[in-house]
Structure formats: structure tokens, C-alpha cells
């Protein structure tokens, strides 16, 4: 069965700079999350997507934006990185809104230098 | 807002004890109730779920949780574990279907499990 997919899976990034993270969930799911995971931490939510639209967030740094596109994958835009980024960032995918499970992709680490 | 709270950041057992990992969550709404396994170096996977019904659930690898809604409980049980349990579990609550809004998971810190063989 197809599977949330995530790209890159590893990204390596000085202070300052850019990255862009992409998510591109299961077929017909309509509905993405993304979450950032610390070194021995528990996921924190960041952002989510229902039909192309943001349906919430939660505790995404100003600057960092996300936006749903038209064939539903979803992109993660990381602007002056800090080297508090370095996090494992899972895009999840959900085929409704108010269906409760999610299914989670491979992840990207992120590592800032 | 909904929280989460596991007991235990790290249980060692030798193969073919049982486990227990406890989650009380917060929250005073109707919830769904996950529980999934991260083994090391790799995403979350869904073990089960809870929504409604029998609060008795069962999911993949043997693995058990039962709600309990007076207790605000769901933990973990398997009646023998294995060494390829190692692992990271998390439970996770989401709100149940209200409308509008979105169904963000709130994850608890996570208990590592560590299985001697």
C-alpha cells in the first residue's frame, strides 16, 4: 500500500539559511499535518492542511510557513534556521479531517550547523 | 487543550515478561486514543486505536489497551514481550468528531522500552 512520503530524508543546513521540506501524503487523503520531533522528545504539532486550506496551528516559529497545493502534497518552509531546528519534522496524512488516524511518513532530520 | 501523561520514560524487561505502559490523558471532550511504536530510527506506526465501542482494543504484534473513561486512562499491555519490542511508545489523543477545526495529536513524552534477551 502506498505510504506518506517525505523528501529529503536528511538535510543538512548552516545557521541562517533556507530549507524546504515536502510531504506528499497516501492518495485521496486530503488532510496533512506536520509535526517536530527534538532529540528525545515527543512530536509537537506544528501545522495543518484540510483541503489545500490551513485548518490550525499549533507551535510553528514565525519563521517557518506551509502551505497545501492543488494535488495535496504540502511543503514546509524553514527561513533563518537556528540550531534549535534540528528535529526530525513527520508529515502525517489523514483521509478526512474528523477521521482521527493518521497515518505518518518516513520523516526529513534536519540538521543545523 | 488536551495533554497526555506516560508513567514510566523507560522500562527494562527480559523477554516474555509482561508489560503495562500507563497513559492518563486531559481533556473534556470526547477523544480518540492512539497508541504507536517507534523503533529506533524510524517513523511512528499505528499499534491501535481507540474512537468508540468495546474499550477492550486490540492491535498489531499482540499488543492490547483497554480505556477506561472514569480513569481518563488507555494503557498498553502485552502478556509477553519480545526482544524486536524494543522500542519507543507514545500514546496520543485526538479530539473525537466535533465539526470544524482540526484533529491535531497531542503525543505524550514517550516511554522507551528496552527488552533483555
Known amino acids: 500500500a502506498a505510504g506518506v512520503i517525505q523528501s529529503p530524508r536528511h538535510l543538512i543546513k548552516e545557521k541562517r539559511e533556507t530549507a524546504t521540506l515536502k510531504c506528499y501524503p497516501i492518495?485521496?487523503?486530503?488532510?496533512v499535518y506536520w509535526y517536530q520531533q527534538g532529540p528525545g522528545q515527543d512530536p509537537q504539532f506544528l501545522i495543518s492542511?484540510?483541503?489545500?486550506?490551513?485548518?490550525d496551528k499549533g507551535s510553528i516559529p514565525d519563521r517557518f510557513s506551509a502551505q497545501q497545493f492543488s494535488d495535496y502534497h504540502s511543503e514546509l518552509n524553514m527561513s533563518s534556521l537556528e540550531l534549535g531546528d534540528s528535529a526530525l519534522y513527520f508529515c502525517?496524512?489523514?483521509?478526512?479531517?474528523?477521521?482521527?488516524?493518521?497515518?505518518f511518513g518516513p520523516g526529513t532530520r534536519l540538521t543545523v550547523l | 487543550a488536551q495533554s497526555v501523561s506516560q508513567h514510566n520514560h523507560h522500562v527494562i524487561l527480559s523477554e516474555a515478561a509482561s508489560l503495562e505502559l500507563g497513559c492518563n490523558y486531559s481533556?473534556?471532550?470526547?477523544?480518540?486514543l492512539f497508541w504507536y511504536v517507534q523503533y529506533p530510527g524510524q517513523h511512528l506506526q499505528l499499534l491501535l486505536k481507540?474512537?468508540?465501542?468495546?474499550?477492550l482494543v486490540k492491535g498489531i504484534k499482540g499488543f492490547e489497551a483497554e480505556f477506561i473513561k472514569s480513569k481518563f486512562s488507555f494503557n498498553l499491555r502485552k502478556p509477553s514481550v519480545q526482544w524486536s519490542d524494543t522500542a519507543e511508545y507514545f500514546c496520543?489523543?485526538?479530539?473525537?468528531?466535533?465539526?470544524?477545526?482540526?484533529?491535531?495529536?497531542?503525543f505524550g513524552k514517550g516511554t522507551k522500552l528496552s527488552v533483555i534477551p
Open positions: 481507540y474512537f468508540s465501542g468495546d474499550p
Open positions: 481533556y473534556g471532550g470526547t477523544v480518540n
Open positions: 496520543a489523543v485526538n479530539r473525537g468528531y466535533s465539526g470544524a477545526g482540526s484533529y491535531q495529536l497531542t
Open positions: 502525517a496524512s489523514s483521509p478526512g479531517r474528523d477521521l482521527g488516524e493518521q497515518f
Open positions: 492542511f484540510y483541503e489545500k486550506m490551513q485548518s
Open positions: 492518495p485521496r487523503h486530503d488532510t
